[in-house]
């Protein structure tokens, strides 16, 4: 089946700008995951929906960023008044549970490479 | 706070030696479930291997073998007869089962493994 996507999968913002980050998880994963890597390193968590509530937003760095997921499916990842620091590669990850056992593995996306000038 | 360490940065073969990837963590949980992933340079994060922490029996999936010894809070990956293909950047990561950590993952570093022909 279909795996995690994410659109678009390259932005180039002008400081100052906002910008949306989209993620189509598997079909049926009630968790969803937003991670930030920076260049060279392993990617930080962000936050997580369980379905369409957000159960943790402790990784967001700022205010300026939001994160939805209205219907329990697709997720918005939001960036307001970007800064040249928000220049990442913004990855989406599904799983099917959260509670343990095998359904719990992260299935990633391909990621946004997000470019701030 | 959960950590996890992989002190090889960078690790450079020639086809068809065997390579070791070094992965430590640290956390105060009973209950954690550790990951590697392969993250090749189209960007996407590959799944390779879910462990608990209950289950310390080695693995062996082909040319891939997981060493997981909890007295030493070390979970490596030995890749046999290395090819070019596998040529990525490999990340270790921790997930706890509790506490305000739940559900998210904590990634080592990334060791890049360059496989010369």
């Known amino acids: 089946g279909a795996g995690v996507s994410q659109s678009p999968r390259y932005k180039v913002a002008k400081r100052g700008q906002d910008v949306a980050l989209r993620c189509d998880p598997i079909s049926g994963h009630v968790s969803l995951f937003w991670y930030q890597q920076a260049l060279g390193q392993g990617p930080e968590f962000l936050t997580y929906?369980?379905?369409?509530?957000?159960?943790?937003k402790s990784g967001l760095p700022s205010d300026r960023f939001f994160a939805e997921r209205p219907e329990g499916s697709v997720s918005t990842l939001k960036i307001q008044r970007t800064q040249q620091e928000d220049s990442a590669v913004y990855l989406c990850?599904?799983?099917?549970?959260?509670?343990?056992?095998?359904?719990?593995?992260?299935?990633f996306g391909p990621g946004t490479r997000l470019t701030v000038l | 706070a959960q950590k996890v360490t992989q002190a090889q940065t960078e690790i450079s073969v020639v086809e068809k030696e065997d390579v070791t990837l070094d992965c430590v963590y640290e956390t105060r949980d009973t209950t954690y479930y550790l990951f590697w992933y392969k993250q090749p340079p189209s960007g996407e994060l590959v799944f390779l291997i879910r462990?608990?922490?209950?289950?310390?029996q080695n693995e062996i999936s082909g040319r891939y073998s997981w060493n997981f010894q909890k007295s030493t809070s070390s979970f490596n990956f030995t890749i046999t007869a290395s090819q070019v293909v596998d040529s990525a950047v490999y990340f270790c990561?921790?997930?706890?089962?509790?506490?305000?950590?739940?559900?998210?993952?904590?990634f080592g570093q990334g060791t890049i493994l360059t496989v010369h022909p």
């Open positions: 929906f369980q379905n369409e509530a957000q159960l943790d």
């Open positions: 462990r608990n922490s209950f289950d310390e």
């Open positions: 990561a921790l997930r706890s089962m509790r506490g305000t950590s739940y559900g998210k993952l904590t």
């Open positions: 990850a599904s799983s099917l549970t959260l509670a343990g056992g095998q359904g719990d593995t992260q299935y």
